[in-house]
């Protein structure tokens, strides 16, 4: 019996998941003393109880009716969600998600967060296996890249939205692949498909939409590599490229509303506020950023591109470290801008844009995780804040300089042979 040398990584990767969302519990009971992954708690545990006091109330809550009627169905018997998570849907949706893993777990908080961390486990491992059936010989940074990474484990495990809406961004890019690109068991990947979307929408949609450049390059690369003639491949390459960017605007503007508070008026509107403050107050003390002064105009926001990639990618840097936890992920930014320095230095731009090309995933990886942390150090300006929201870009941008450096060391053996 042949077994797929990949799997020894499985256990491993499921225990550090596992210790993660263990010490998300810890950390937020003993050290913050209370705060989101409590209160996701807490609300769940009165749905709980509310299932014993009036089950045709819980279902009316369980499915989304948040109407002030059913809020005064919970009482001191229950307990009451807090009341910030009820009135905002997207944060509500956490506690209507957890809510059947607490009933599992008999209302024990620790249990709970293992539950969850074990069931969001399984979109990210999807995701590894995806890049190992790409590239087979770098399971291992792989590995680090997408089950190791500590900010990533610890972030991702807890009861939290990013442990959700991380796993779902990994099921999303797993069943995208294997429904458009592989065309493999379309039924079913079209389902995990559609799931890991509603999951993102209800919680965070904003990932989603920064899904979408990437998937039409992946698909746009797709259908241009599968010509044959590199005439004709060269001739409708521009006609594909422009088709699936305009689908692509159609849909954004289309589901806009989708967005909300998350739509991209919204957002600008956030980040300027944000940027503002800094320079009226320090309100954050010492523990934020500042990419600059913009406004909401097109060429102003992109200015700002250089600078919000980068804090959202290697920031805090060592010495902006604040707390024990964002030391944690200080170091960690310090090892993925050692790695990208040099691979700057050893290709260059001219390289590194010539090997982007040589494959549609690392493509995908680097066009997603670039806009996404676009996205991110635009609108955050607190470190606290941005070490949890950017973890859905890490694994694609670290698994991406791990392909970068493996062709990099291809090409300096066929230059030695």
């Known amino acids: 019996m042949v077994t797929n040398p990949v799997y020894k990584y499985y256990i491993p990767g499921l225990f550090a998941k596992i210790a993660g969302a263990i010490a998300v519990c810890l950390i937020y009971v003993f050290y913050y003393e209370g705060g989101d992954t409590t209160g996701y708690f807490k609300g769940a545990t009165s749905m709980v109880n ?5 089950a045709g109330d819980f279902f009316s809550v369980l499915l989304g009716d948040l109407s002030d ?3 005064f169905v919970f009482d001191m018997n229950t307990g009451w969600p807090p009341l910030y998570m009820w009135e905002d849907p997207h944060t509500f949706f956490v506690i209507q998600f957890i809510t059947p893993l607490t009933f599992l777990a008999f209302k024990n ?12 486990y399984l979109g990210i491992w999807k995701l590894y296996l995806l890049f190992c059936e790409q590239f087979p010989q770098l399971s291992k940074e792989f590995a680090i890249a997408i089950l190791f990474v500590p900010s990533v484990v610890f972030w991702g495990s807890g009861i939290l939205k990013d442990t959700i809406t991380f796993s779902a961004t990994c099921w999303f890019t797993y069943s995208f692949y294997k429904l458009f690109a592989k065309r493999e068991k379309m039924l079913y990947n079209a389902l995990y498909l559609i799931i890991s979307s509603y999951l993102l929408v209800a919680i965070k949609p904003y990932i989603l939409f920064a899904l979408l450049p990437g998937t039409l390059l992946w698909l746009s690369y797709d259908k241009i590599i599968g010509i044959r003639s590199i005439f004709i491949r060269v001739l409708i390459a521009p006609f594909i490229i422009v088709l699936f960017t305009g689908a692509g605007y ?4 289309s589901f806009s509303d989708l967005l909300g508070d998350y739509s991209t008026e919204k957002v600008l509107e956030k980040a300027i506020i944000t940027q503002e403050d800094l320079t009226r107050s320090n309100q954050y003390g010492q523990n934020y950023y500042d990419v600059g002064k913009f406004d909401a105009s097109i060429s102003s926001v992109l200015g ?10 290697f920031r805090p840097f060592l010495w ?3 707390n024990p936890v964002i030391l944690l992920s200080a170091i960690e930014n310090t090892l993925i801008l050692g790695l990208t320095i040099w691979l700057l230095l050893k290709l260059r731009i001219i390289g590194i844009f010539r090997l982007i090309g040589k494959h549609p995933l690392i493509l995908f990886a680097l066009s997603f995780s670039l806009f996404f942390a676009f996205g991110v150090g635009l609108s955050t300006a607190n470190f606290g804040a941005l070490v949890r929201y950017k973890i859905p870009a890490i694994p694609f941008f670290v698994a991406s300089l791990f392909i970068l450096k493996y062709y990099y060391h291809i090409g300096i053996s066929s ?3």
């Open 69 to 71: 009627k059913n809020r």
């Open 109 to 120: 908080f620790i249990l709970t967060a293992i539950l969850l961390a074990w069931l969001s």
């Open 50 to 54: 509310l299932f014993f006091k009036d």
């Open 304 to 313: 700002k591109a250089p600078a919000a990639i980068s804090a959202t990618l």
């Open 250 to 253: 159609w849909v954004f503007n």
């Open 320 to 322: 902006e470290a604040g």
């Open 415 to 417: 230059r030695k042979i």
